[in-house]
């Protein structure tokens, strides 16, 4: 069997963090509906609930990925360099569209935030994944 290293360790926490942030959205996105019929009180709960483990997740992403950035091999391409750049970027949007999606009572900023924070941590997961090929 391979013996784990720091890297290893590294990698696994901001890719298990990464899978709750997004993963926990594409389930939400697909109970939130049904939740709808049965009541606010419905979808609050699991938007709650969802909050609780969401945000230290995102907070692991922000860490691991800050601590993934001094392990960045210098012979590295630009493309490289370009491709996390934007990754960095639409993480911190994606992560200020969650918050305000999570703090407004404006039907079409929720949705609309909603939207955009989904979407951008699917495309961020993507860009993590280039990142690595």
Do not use: C
């Given at each position: 069997?391979?013996?784990?290293?720091?890297?290893?360790?590294?990698?696994?926490?901001?890719?298990?963090?990464?899978?709750?942030?997004?993963?926990?959205?594409?389930?939400?996105?697909?109970?939130?509906?049904?939740?709808?019929?049965?009541?606010?009180?419905?979808?609050?709960?699991?938007?709650?609930?969802?909050?609780?483990?969401?945000?230290?997740?995102?907070?692991?992403?922000?860490?691991?990925?800050?601590?993934?950035l001094f392990n960045v091999s210098e012979d590295v391409s630009t493309a490289y360099h370009v491709t996390l750049g934007v990754k960095i970027l639409l993480v911190?949007?994606?992560?200020?569209?969650?918050?305000?999606?999570?703090?407004?009572?404006?039907?079409?900023?929720?949705?609309?935030?909603?939207?955009?924070?989904?979407?951008?941590?699917?495309?961020?997961?993507?860009?993590?994944?280039?990142?690595?090929?």
């Amino acid at each position: 069997m391979l013996a784990p290293s720091l890297d290893t360790i590294r990698l696994f926490l901001h890719v298990l963090a990464a899978a709750v942030w997004v993963g926990g959205q594409i389930v939400l996105a697909g109970v939130v509906p049904g939740l709808r019929k049965v009541g606010p009180e419905a979808t609050q709960a699991a938007a709650q609930g969802f909050a609780r483990v969401a945000w230290p997740a995102f907070l692991l992403v922000v860490v691991t990925g800050m601590w993934n950035l001094f392990n960045v091999s210098e012979d590295v391409s630009t493309a490289y360099h370009v491709t996390l750049g934007v990754k960095i970027l639409l993480v911190m949007i994606a992560g200020m569209a969650a918050f305000a999606h999570q703090t407004t009572d404006k039907t079409p900023v929720r949705a609309l935030t909603g939207a955009v924070g989904g979407i951008l941590a699917l495309v961020t997961l993507f860009l993590g994944v280039l990142l690595t090929a």
